[in-house]
């Protein structure tokens, strides 16, 4: 049950890109409409900044963070941001402590690029809600999924990653499952829960999928990162993204939807939110 790395064919990733994670004020691409949240910018982009106007961005590999201050024009090179005119300067930090650093950054669902595991449902597939297709800073007590249509009960599996049988419940009506508390499972390793309804025609309708409960490292360094709770929005947004692409899928979704709770009007944020 390897840990899967997918990038989408349809962004190519450049080792100077930039993210877009937090604007203030009027400001735009030349030639161009106003920037949005989580759009990525190439070398030889060009933003226009109005007075009292700012921009934040993030190096996606370096993790080096580059906030605009208008009003003025600016240039993204290979080097990083550039003032080209009208007196905007310029300020950078390395954002989350520096845990940033080394760390290939990546937008997540939105950009067609994710960190995921295999199982992640089909159409036609009894519809599991968690956990799925991701990694776990805890132990998982409930595993949860959506009602087979006029299901009579369920068998539920849980097993490691040599589909040894760990927990198995049979003749289910609830569509849930909470593991006795004598059940560990072991940090680092990559588990499988399956589970079967049985419908009233005789006919069975399955769901499957993998995931992880992260190892020390992964823990230590995501408790690194973690901004307080009185942090800016930027750091919110990069703790998100952080959090996608190492893979921590769900914990990452109840950041996404904070983060669009503070910005509704922000379109890629609540797309990001929403995405299953």
């Known amino acids: 049950m390897a840990l899967v790395a997918m990038l989408g ?28 949240l989580l759009s990525e910018l190439v070398p030889g982009s060009e933003l226009q900044l109005d007075a009292a106007a700012r ?13 605009l201050h208008g009003p003025g024009d600016f240039r993204w090179t290979n080097e990083g941001a550039q003032s080209l005119r009208g007196g905007g300067r310029i300020t950078t930090r390395e954002p989350l402590g520096g845990t940033l650093r080394g760390v290939s ?26 956990p799925v297709a991701t990694w776990l800073l805890e132990m998982p007590r409930v595993f949860s999924w959506q009602p087979g249509p006029g299901a009579l009960s369920y068998r539920f599996e849980l097993t490691d990653s040599r589909g040894t049988p760990i927990h198995v419940v049979e003749s289910l009506t609830e569509t849930r499952v909470t593991l006795p508390p004598a059940l560990g499972l072991e940090p680092g390793r990559t588990y499988a829960w399956q ?8 006919a069975r309708l399955e769901g499957w999928t993998e995931f992880g409960v992260a190892g020390d490292s992964m823990r230590a360094s995501a408790s690194r990162a973690q901004p307080p709770a009185d942090a800016g929005f930027s750091d919110r947004l990069l703790y998100a993204a952080l959090l996608d692409t190492w893979g921590l899928r769900e914990q990452a979704d109840g950041e996404w939807r904070r983060l669009a709770s503070d910005r509704p009007d922000e379109q890629r944020i609540r797309a990001r939110a929403a995405a299953p």
């Open 9 to 36: 064919s349809s962004f190519a990733w450049s080792a100077t890109v930039a993210l877009v994670i937090d604007t203030q004020g009027t400001s735009s691409q030349r030639s161009k409409a106003r920037i949005e």
């Open 55 to 67: 921009v934040v961005l993030v190096h996606t590999v370096t993790g080096v963070e580059y906030t």
């Open 105 to 130: 950054l990546r937008t997540g669902r939105l950009a067609q690029a994710s960190i995921a595991m295999r199982g992640e449902g089909r159409p036609e597939a009894l519809r599991l809600t968690s």
């Open 195 to 202: 589970v079967t309804a049985h419908l009233p025609t005789g």
